[in-house]
């Protein structure tokens, strides 16, 4: 990445933090075998555990298993609250609290659970002010393909990627998917990779903390707390931390770097992009060879892939999925055959829900202008990830799915009212009130955008 995408605009209140992470990204980059000592008197700084405080409360979440919330701090007097966990972090007192465990229900599948790790506000603010400094130094290692939880890459850079390799013949695709990869990283590994760049003990001793930390679950039908990993605990990194993302990015860096070491890249003609736990690997035509080299090699840094979810597939004959999108042969407006994408169709389905949910008759209290804005936010926030491939039949399904959900829920709203002496208008006045509210949808239509044609939904206003 070049140093003019690095500095992140949210830091810029901060100019202190802020120059301190491009010095060290830049001296990361000179050095690559340069390991770095002194951080630990970096971490209870005011700019960083200011920063750090004002990042987490702008990402807000829900409190710890001490039931603190951002509320009761500010009522305490953040300013208080950040200067004694200043001198608790100098004066070595600071140990982390265990992390609250709760189950969050996947998306159409019944029944089947994403377990999240939820941290005190106090260990997340700790946590960001420990990544801010070691972000900059592991984000010079990184490859150029991986793309999740990166400042300056996100996934849509992945999917662009994706479709230029695509385009550019690489076909035959692994479509990769790893077996609790949060849950399984093992500890002494991940801690050497630390390691390889960093020397401050310290700072060891904060990321070993929040790996061994006690996990406590609310059992709610037997009415009893649960208390899980500790000490004992070899493997995995919470799914919720603030460090999670940086450290699974860190270890994955493993497989990427090994990949390209022992010539697998050019052996098989591949690419591999990833985000964070999801990767595909786009070959020309040497798919089943990647696919065996790949499973030796995870297996050799202790992880697996998912045999139910690992698969091969030619694109010109199958589609496949990655990071929301479906990847596949589509038809241009002549008939002629292309590589494209295309929202997938859980997600689409998704979206859909979402719309029918808020334009539902338990919605019929509300005026037309908050439910037009409810549904116009879901709407930007579906058009702004998914406005790559998005064909104009696609718009239109989803506009007139849109328009007609309204339509309805308007009807619904605006019933024929009795106080109208003639027939005619009421008709008259109900099917104005109806146009009124769908003139109050956002549709997608595309507009040029420095040199891109993105919908007009996801503009800024």
Same mark, same amino acid.
Request: aromatic share 10%.
């Given at each position: 990445?070049?140093?003019?995408?690095?500095?992140?605009?949210?830091?810029?209140?901060?100019?202190?933090?802020?120059?301190?992470?491009?010095?060290?990204?830049?001296?990361?980059?000179?050095?690559?075998?340069?390991?770095?000592?002194?951080?630990?008197?970096?971490?209870?700084?005011?700019?960083?555990?200011?920063? *750090?405080?004002?990042?987490?409360?702008?990402?807000?979440?829900?409190?710890?298993?001490?039931?603190?919330?951002?509320?009761?701090?500010?009522?305490?007097?953040?300013?208080?609250?950040? %200067?004694?966990?200043?001198?608790?972090?100098?004066?070595?007192?600071?140990?982390?609290?265990?992390?609250?465990?709760?189950?969050?229900?996947?998306?159409?599948?019944?029944?089947?659970?994403?377990?999240?790790?939820?941290?005190?506000?106090?260990? =997340?603010?700790?946590?960001?002010?420990?990544?801010?400094? @070691?972000?900059?130094?592991?984000?010079?290692?990184? #490859?150029?393909?991986?793309?999740?939880?990166?400042?300056?890459? #996100?996934?849509?850079?992945?999917?662009?990627?994706?479709? %230029?390799?695509? =385009?550019?013949?690489?076909?035959?695709?692994?479509?990769?998917?790893?077996?609790?990869?949060?849950?399984?990283?093992?500890?002494?590994?991940?801690?050497?990779?630390?390691?390889?760049?960093?020397?401050?003990?310290?700072?060891?001793?904060?990321?070993? %903390?929040?790996?061994?930390?006690?996990?406590?679950?609310?059992?709610?039908e037997r009415g009893k707390t649960r208390i899980s990993g500790g000490a004992r605990t070899k493997q995995g990194t919470p799914q919720g931390g603030v460090i999670s993302p940086l450290l699974a990015n860190l270890y994955m860096r493993r497989f990427l770097k090994a990949w390209e070491d022992f010539g697998l890249r050019r052996e098989h003609c591949s690419?591999?992009?990833?985000?964070?736990?999801?990767?595909?690997?786009?070959?020309?035509? =040497?798919?089943?060879?990647?696919?065996?080299?790949?499973?030796?090699?995870?297996?050799?840094?202790?992880?697996?892939?998912?045999?139910?979810?690992?698969? @091969?597939?030619?694109?010109?004959?199958?589609?496949?999925?990655?990071?929301?999108?479906?990847?596949?042969?589509?038809? *241009?407006?002549?008939?002629?055959?292309?590589?494209?994408?295309? $929202?997938?169709?859980?997600?689409?389905?998704?979206?859909?829900?979402?719309?029918?949910? @808020?334009?539902? =008759?338990?919605?019929?209290?509300? $005026?037309?202008?908050?439910?037009?804005?409810?549904?116009?936010?879901?709407?930007?926030?579906?058009?702004?990830?998914?406005?790559?491939?998005?064909?104009?039949?696609?718009?239109?399904?989803?506009?007139?799915?849109?328009?007609?959900?309204?339509a309805i829920w308007a009807k619904h709203k605006y019933t024929r009212s009795r106080s109208q002496t003639h027939r005619a208008s009421r008709r008259r006045a109900r099917h104005d009130k109806v146009r009124e509210a769908m003139s109050l949808i956002d549709l997608a239509r595309y507009t040029s955008r420095k040199g891109q044609l993105v919908p007009a939904?996801?503009?800024?206003?």
């Amino acid at each position: 990445m070049e140093k003019a995408d690095w500095p992140v605009k949210g830091l810029m209140r901060w100019p202190g933090v802020q120059a301190l992470r491009e010095k060290l990204n830049a001296k990361a980059k000179a050095e690559p075998a340069y390991r770095f000592y002194t951080l630990y008197d970096k971490v209870y700084r005011w700019d960083f555990l200011e920063a *750090a405080y004002v990042r987490c409360r702008a990402n807000g979440g829900a409190p710890g298993v001490d039931g603190e919330t951002f509320t009761d701090i500010e009522t305490y007097g953040v300013k208080r609250y950040l %200067a004694e966990l200043a001198e608790e972090l100098k004066a070595k007192r600071y140990v982390p609290k265990p992390v609250r465990r709760v189950l969050i229900p996947k998306a159409r599948q019944p029944g089947k659970f994403r377990p999240l790790g939820i941290p005190t506000i106090r260990d =997340r603010i700790v946590q960001t002010a420990v990544k801010m400094l @070691l972000e900059p130094i592991f984000e010079a290692d990184l #490859s150029p393909y991986a793309f999740g939880y990166r400042p300056g890459r #996100s996934a849509q850079n992945a999917v662009a990627v994706v479709a %230029a390799s695509l =385009r550019a013949g690489f076909t035959e695709v692994v479509d990769a998917d790893l077996s609790k990869y949060f849950d399984t990283i093992p500890h002494e590994p991940l801690m050497r990779c630390v390691g390889r760049r960093i020397a401050d003990r310290k700072i060891i001793w904060l990321v070993r %903390a929040w790996l061994k930390a006690p996990v406590q679950e609310r059992d709610e039908e037997r009415g009893k707390t649960r208390i899980s990993g500790g000490a004992r605990t070899k493997q995995g990194t919470p799914q919720g931390g603030v460090i999670s993302p940086l450290l699974a990015n860190l270890y994955m860096r493993r497989f990427l770097k090994a990949w390209e070491d022992f010539g697998l890249r050019r052996e098989h003609c591949s690419r591999i992009v990833n985000y964070a736990d999801d990767f595909v690997i786009l070959t020309k035509g =040497r798919a089943r060879g990647a696919l065996s080299a790949s499973r030796r090699l995870l297996e050799r840094i202790g992880l697996t892939l998912n045999p139910e979810k690992t698969r @091969l597939c030619q694109a010109w004959q199958e589609s496949f999925n990655f990071l929301g999108y479906t990847f596949g042969k589509r038809y *241009a407006y002549g008939g002629q055959a292309y590589l494209g994408m295309r $929202p997938s169709e859980k997600n689409m389905a998704a979206y859909r829900e979402q719309v029918r949910e @808020l334009t539902s =008759r338990r919605q019929l209290w509300k $005026p037309a202008e908050v439910v037009a804005k409810e549904v116009n936010a879901v709407t930007r926030g579906f058009w702004t990830y998914f406005c790559q491939g998005a064909r104009a039949e696609l718009r239109h399904a989803l506009n007139g799915f849109l328009l007609r959900r309204m339509a309805i829920w308007a009807k619904h709203k605006y019933t024929r009212s009795r106080s109208q002496t003639h027939r005619a208008s009421r008709r008259r006045a109900r099917h104005d009130k109806v146009r009124e509210a769908m003139s109050l949808i956002d549709l997608a239509r595309y507009t040029s955008r420095k040199g891109q044609l993105v919908p007009a939904a996801c503009l800024e206003t």
